[in-house]
């Protein structure tokens, strides 16, 4: 770090005060100065550049970003690298057919040889971050509007990533925190050449489904394993066979130590997004409206997926991976209004905004600057709700795995506009090779049947969730003549639309011929209904919503400096925004309910308690049954069990999927995937004697890749702690 920003000068000026040892999700760069100390008194043997260094090979070299969403680590110098189940899932799928179920059966590599390409898949580690507050902010005046400060913000910070990596292989970005009060860069490195080395089956990868989704106890080996590779010099280089294992900096050490209850543990990786200082406007929008709407409109999804799944396998393929994407959120968003209202945690929050309209009050210096900004606030959020939730409902009905042939087909707005300006002509062409590589990728997942069923359902649940004036100009008009049963309409739609077929899409994007070929197409039925969705959308909805959100932004970064202001006994950790935090916490069981106690872990005994042949996520394969029943657990054992999953205190949210789970020491003893069910509102209010990160411990995944998979040549790779 070159220099500090006023605004962490204030952070530093705290710094001297009592930490949570569980909540936060805390800057690595910052470790040094905010929270080693800590650190160490909880238990921690590792030095801060230990943990992040740029002079030396540290924990952060061994970390990264594993396609868009999870978190990855180097567990060998040859790059194999270890990530959750669910995280490699659709590479997974990809790989998968009938003929080649690994979803089912599992898939392991037994050379290199046989490792399988992801074209598409990437990871991305972090170089370096370096804080560029003061130059942003220079920027500014005084007054200007939120859409100019945006503008000057985003050409500020894109001036400065370009510089930084100017004649360098690395990419850049820098990203605000602290609700744009303050901005980091981060220089980054991707490596494109990732390939599939061993998976177990669905069956103990995703161990449970959606039931123990979010649930503890839990029996899951969510994990993956894949490795980099590099082209000449171990630069970064696109898929090439002769490319060669990547040979990194650092590796993380993988312990058959186990752990314990009060071990500290640290999670590193990239929390994807939170918000620990809303307003109780905000939880109030989020319990009382927008969750429950849209936890009604995925009921509706999974039970026509799930219904098409268990009657075709070919379906269950195609629909895996947004049938877990559908699935996660609607059971989150169950999670959070529970343990919110548990915590009351609109009333808390109703609480502190109360004290600080007093503290306001009693220091008229603050007037002017901070003085009505509860009040707009409260004049804000009623319509800001209102947009947010017909915004998203556009998407969960439409564009995103709900009548996805509206989705898909929304894309050919794009040849449309392009052909209708003769400027354009030229580029026309190009577009169309884009629109077939989405065809296919669309497609390969697809089912026109499952689809219907969807289209039927959503459109009459997008009618009842929404005021009139979201309706797109065609529900309108088919309200009165079909009286909210669309059946015979929708049959008609996919009966006449070329969209619902991939054969007729390549043949029409074969023949195209200009503005005869839009022609054609926008009377395509399901056409019909892109423009009639993106006219509510994109000409009312978006514009408004983006307008409000800019009103919000800037709102969100006075409430900001006002609760750091207000409230100086406190220290606080940026909101999660999928750049590398690092989290630490304690091994600890937990009260769920009265008179119930969860201890820290769960052990194989409990995967064959839960065995049901007859249900796809219970049905235990069969080796694994025998290995239990011959209590063939090798040195992977502890007092004669298995151990399958542990839980701690470490505060983690989506995106943490894949992180490392280090001991004092900085060796690997599990893998984050997830929280446990009464805890998961931490991504809004943290409660400690709930909140729970939910690991697999990584002596059950060398267990399976040893003794199960028959591929312990992997483990020779590893520094293993003993």
């Not at 649930?215 to 590779?229: K, V």
Request: include cysteine; charge should be neutral; proline fraction near 5%.
């Amino acid at each position: 770090m070159k220099r500090i920003s006023i605004f962490l000068a204030i952070l530093i000026s705290l710094s001297s005060l009592v930490l949570r040892a569980d909540e936060g999700m805390w800057i690595p760069m910052l470790l040094d100065r905010f929270n080693i100390d800590i650190m160490h008194r909880e238990g921690c043997k590792l030095s801060a550049e230990d943990i992040y260094s740029i002079n030396q090979a540290s924990i952060k070299d061994a970390v990264m970003i594993f396609g868009g969403g999870c978190t990855a680590e180097l567990i060998s110098g040859e790059g194999l690298l270890i990530t959750n189940h669910h995280c490699g899932y659709r590479s997974i799928q990809r790989h998968s057919s009938l003929g080649h179920d690994y979803l089912t059966d599992g898939f392991w590599a037994m050379s290199g040889e046989e490792e399988l390409p992801n074209p598409g898949l990437k990871v991305t580690f972090l170089k370096r971050m370096e804080d560029v507050t003061e130059v942003v902010l220079s920027h500014l005046t005084p007054g200007i509007s939120e859409e100019k400060r945006q503008e000057i913000v985003r050409q500020v910070s894109d001036s400065l990533a370009a510089a930084t990596i100017k004649g360098t292989r690395y990419t850049a970005v820098v990203k605000p925190f602290y609700q744009g009060n303050q901005y980091f860069l981060f220089v980054q490195e991707v490596f494109e050449d990732v390939r599939l080395v061993g998976a177990p089956p669905s069956s103990i990868g995703k161990f449970g489904g959606d039931t123990d989704n979010w649930m503890w106890p839990r029996h899951t080996g969510d994990f993956s394993l894949f490795r980099i590779y590099a082209g000449e010099n171990n630069i970064p280089a696109p898929y090439n066979p002769a490319n060669k294992p990547y040979h990194p900096a650092k590796f993380l050490p993988v312990s058959l130590k186990g752990i314990h209850p009060g071990d500290f543990t640290i999670v590193m990786g990239y929390p994807g997004s939170t918000s620990e200082y809303v307003p109780s406007y905000h939880l109030k929008m989020l319990v009382e409206d927008l969750y429950p709407k849209l936890i009604a409109v995925r009921d509706k999804k999974l039970e026509i997926l799930n219904a098409a799944a268990a009657n075709d396998p070919a379906i269950r393929i195609k629909y895996a991976a947004k049938n877990a994407s559908i699935s996660n959120s609607w059971k989150r968003w169950k999670g959070e209004i529970n343990g919110l209202n548990k915590l009351d945690a609109i009333g808390k929050k109703q609480k502190y905004e109360e004290n600080i309209l007093i503290w306001l009050y009693n220091h008229p210096e603050m007037q002017d600057k901070y003085g009505t900004l509860l009040a707009r606030y409260k004049k804000l959020y009623p319509q800001y709700g209102q947009y947010l939730l017909a915004r998203n409902m556009v998407i969960e009905v439409f564009f995103r795995y709900g009548a996805e042939v509206v989705g898909f087909a929304r894309q050919f707005r794009t040849l449309e506009n392009m052909a209708s300006g003769a400027e354009n002509a030229s580029q026309t062409g190009k577009v169309i090779i884009r629109l077939k590589q989405a065809l296919r990728r669309f497609y390969r997942d697809y089912s026109p049947a499952v689809d219907e069923q969807l289209f039927k359902v959503l459109l009459k649940t997008y009618e009842d969730n929404l005021d009139p004036a979201f309706y797109p100009p065609l529900l309108t008009m088919i309200r009165s003549k079909y009286h909210g049963n669309y059946g015979s309409y929708i049959h008609k739609i996919y009966r006449k639309t070329m969209f619902a077929d991939s054969v007729k899409v390549i043949a029409f994007l074969n023949g195209f011929k200009g503005e005869q070929s839009i022609k054609k197409m926008k009377k395509d039925p399901v056409y019909q209904w892109v423009m009639s969705v993106d006219d509510i959308y994109s000409g009312k909805i978006v514009p408004e919503f983006e307008k409000m959100s800019k009103e919000k932004a800037r709102l969100d970064r006075l409430y900001m400096q006002l609760q750091m202001t207000y409230d100086t006994s406190k220290v606080f950790y940026p909101d999660a925004n999928f750049t590398m935090r690092v989290t630490y916490g304690k091994v600890k069981g937990y009260e769920p309910r009265d008179a119930v106690w969860y201890k820290y872990y769960t052990t194989l005994k409990g995967v064959i308690e839960k065995d049901n042949p007859q249900i796809y996520d219970y049905n235990v394969p069969e080796k694994l049954k025998v290995l239990y029943e011959n209590k063939d657990y090798g040195r992977y054992a502890e007092n004669g069990e298995l151990h399958v999953c542990f839980i701690a205190t470490n505060h983690t949210t989506g995106g943490n999927s894949g992180s490392p789970v280090l001991d004092a020491e900085g060796n690997l003893v599990g893998i984050n995937f997830d929280r446990a069910w009464e805890g998961v509102m931490s991504d809004l209010m943290f409660n400690p004697g709930q909140c729970r990160n939910i690991s697999l411990d990584i002596r059950y995944a060398l267990f399976l890749i040893d003794k199960y998979a028959g591929a312990g040549y992997l483990l020779d790779e590893m520094n293993i702690v003993e």
